[in-house]
């Protein structure tokens, strides 16, 4: 493995029905429960919530260092995301993703579609799960 530039540190004890997360510095610490529709009482999070922040955070960080590359103005972005838990009928489960990202400053649709395609190519969540999620992208109301 290449020497990482960072490294990420969690714990988790109890799972995702009733279980806690915590970032090895602490400054994540986490009530892990079932969401209601899946029979829990949802009070905590859960790790489909976690991936969806996780994702949106990311991408938008990408989009703001290409729109500083391309010099337009991306760091005003709004990434909305949706990570579903889609049952496979043999008793195991996929993820599939929505990005919806609104680009304010960028009126041209092109522009804001190759923006977000190239963010997409460079998203260490998208390369991550390219080939494994279905990911759905939207940028101002427009299907990528």
């Known amino acids: 493995m290449t020497k990482p530039m960072y490294t990420a ?3 988790v004890t109890g799972g995702r029905a009733d279980g806690h997360g915590v970032s090895s510095d602490g400054k994540l610490d986490v009530r892990l ?7 829990g009482d949802g009070d905590g999070t859960n790790p489909e919530q976690l991936f969806a ?22 760091g005003d972005a709004v990434v ?3 990570v579903h838990l889609i049952p496979q009928g043999d008793g195991t489960f996929r993820l ?8 304010p400053s960028i009126g041209d649709v092109d522009q804001a579609v190759g923006l977000v395609q190239g963010a997409h190519r ?10 494994n ?8 109301g427009v299907s990528v």
């Open 96 to 103: 599939g993703v929505e990005l919806g990202v609104t680009l």
């Open 80 to 82: 909305e995301s949706k």
């Open 33 to 39: 429960r079932q969401p209601k529709e899946l029979g």
């Open 9 to 11: 540190e969690a714990t």
């Open 53 to 74: 922040v996780g994702y949106a955070a990311c991408f938008s960080a990408v989009l703001s260092m290409l729109g500083r590359r391309e010099g337009v103005e991306a």
């Open 122 to 131: 460079v998203c260490p969540y998208s390369n991550a799960t390219r080939g």
């Open 133 to 140: 999620v279905d990911v759905a992208l939207r940028v101002n």
